[in-house]
């Protein structure tokens, strides 16, 4: 590599890297701003840190800490029962022959087209009946719902490149069908599910028309919702919401951060012999 590719390589990196990061950056500039600079003088292209007891005190009488930990918990609940739910039936539509199987593919497929909005209603006549209404349970159900098909399918494809004579090798060792799954075909797959945890977190991470709508308890409300709370009739507090929406956004860029590397590494190589 040249010393002008190099340099090419290096600046392209460098615009990636801040026109990716410049909407995190305007967040922190206008969570440092007044309310006075915004509406009237206009706002500075840099973060003003005297401003920030002013804004921890804007933040302080905010649940912000409990509206956190109940995203965590719908997030990661949504993604475990995602993982779990979808590593069982890629599996089975994978490897198994059964009648209906197309059909049932088809209808996991068809669950994508289906808005949110359009099984409101009747989602909400269900959880009243069966008693999950201001349940995060029930909101985590609900995101499940509409991630398991995803994650079903991203995993069925994994395991469909997966060479069959691994599994054959597996069962000759005298390894039972759940522990070749477990043990055998999860790891080889790891790429995958990670994909498909990236998807079933952001889903839960960013959920707000079912949290809106089953949630009465704002002691219950994921962040999403809790930020809506902040517009007002008359009056939005922008750098409250700023500052808010900053923090309700770092967790989830770590969590893609860490997983990111799991997503392009190629572990599948080397598992059967020529």
Sequence with gaps: MTYLSRTLHALLI????????????????????????????????????????MLLADLADVPLVRWLANTAIVAVGTTLLSLTLGALAGYALSRFRFHGKGVIGFLLFMTQVVPEALILVPLYAMFISLGLMNSLGGLILANVGFSLPVAAFIIKGAIDAVPYEIEEAATIDNCPRFGVLTLIILPIIAPSLAAAAVIAFFAGWNEYLFAATFLMDNTHWPASVGLASFI?????????????????SLPAVLFFLIIQRKIVAGITSGAVKG
């Design 14 to 53: 460098l615009f990636l890297v801040v026109f990716g990061g410049f909407p995190i950056y305007w967040m922190a500039v206008t969570a440092l701003s007044t309310n006075a600079e915004l509406y009237n003088t206009g706002q500075v292209w840099w973060p003003q840190i005297g401003n920030l007891p």
């Design 232 to 248: 007002g009739q008359y009056e939005t507090p922008l750098s409250a919401v700023m500052g808010a929406a900053l923090i309700f």
